[in-house]
DNA sequence: CCAGACGTTGTT
DNA sequence: GTCTGG
DNA sequence: CCAGACGTTGTT
DNA sequence: GTCTGG
């Protein structure tokens, strides 16, 4: 899953090396330590138009541009905080957003809840640079038939779990993490469908990325999560206890794990 | 042909 | 808007 | 994932 | 018991 993540742009000088976004747009991005799926934030999204990347504030769950209601809008954007990359091109709902309309989700780390004994304890997975990574994303317009308005919006594409994410939470879900040279062809109008499918179908090596557990929080309270301390390490000494038995764990990803 | 769906995966 | 199911 | 619902009738 | 909504 992914419904919940934090974009801190410090450390993330790579992506302006690498032309993905300038360091003038990269100063433009404000923190945010907590960003709740089903509040719909606007947050920010690299999208390429006339050869040229924009950075963009888009909404959080994707409208598709045929909604009609208001209410119909609402139950689409909470269903669609994040698309399974393997289907995009053939559901109804994505498949105009997956040929035309790709952009690149920036985010520093997100949240995960591993179930040890049937409590929750969370976790925040980031790159072990600590720096802004990008996830394959898709995003949509939609006219509010009633105010005129037009709402903006993106969805986060999701795959397979690598083995790392995959031993912590057994949900089977993550996003789609993409490297420099991948996320400037993913974000290309001219790329072919198939080489988009070959893109997406790549997953991150679980050595660059790192889980550390973090202190309890309640995810439905968005305002006093959306502090920095939300993401501090926080040890809990009985976790070791399920991860020593858990046949997932192997040495080489309980080295990417901290808790 | 028309009506109805259109989608993902989760916490204190 | 466009596909699916009846 | 958990909480809450879970249904019917009638007319040109 | 199982689907729906959040």
């Not at 091109?89 to 949240?111: D, H, I, Q, T, W």
Request: net charge positive; proline share 3%; with cysteine.
């Amino acid at each position: 899953m992914c419904f919940f993540y934090s974009v801190k742009k410090e450390k993330s000088e790579e992506l302006v090396i690498n032309n993905l976004i300038t360091q003038h747009q990269l100063s433009l991005i404000e923190d945010v330590y907590f960003a709740n799926g089903f509040s719909h934030l606007k947050m920010p999204v690299l999208l390429r138009e006339n050869n040229e990347n924009y950075l963009k504030y888009y909404s959080w769950g994707l409208i598709p541009g045929f909604c009609k209601t208001e209410s119909e809008a609402e139950r689409f954007r909470n269903m669609n905080l994040n698309a399974r990359s393997e289907t995009i091109f053939e559901k109804k709902s994505f498949e105009n957003a997956a040929k035309k309309m790709r952009c690149l989700v920036l985010c520093s780390g997100f949240f995960e809840f591993y179930d040890g004994g049937g409590k929750k304890y969370p976790f925040f997975i980031s790159l072990k640079n600590n720096g802004l990574f990008v996830f394959a994303g898709i995003w949509d317009s939609w006219i509010n038939r009633v105010s005129g308005e037009t709402v903006h919006t993106f969805s986060i594409l999701t795959q397979e779990t690598n083995s790392l994410i995959g031993a912590l939470h057994k949900k089977h879900r993550m996003p789609v993490f993409l490297n420099f040279d991948d996320a400037q062809k993913y974000i290309n109008p001219e790329t072919s469908q198939s080489k988009i499918i070959e893109i997406t179908n790549k997953r991150i090596e679980f050595e660059k990325l790192k889980a550390q557990s973090i202190a309890r929080f309640n995810p439905k309270m968005s305002e006093q999560n959306n502090v920095e301390k939300i993401s501090a390490f926080y040890s809990y000494p009985e976790l070791s206890q399920y991860f020593r038995y858990d046949k997932d764990f192997n040495d080489e990803i309980r080295s990417s794990l901290l808790y």
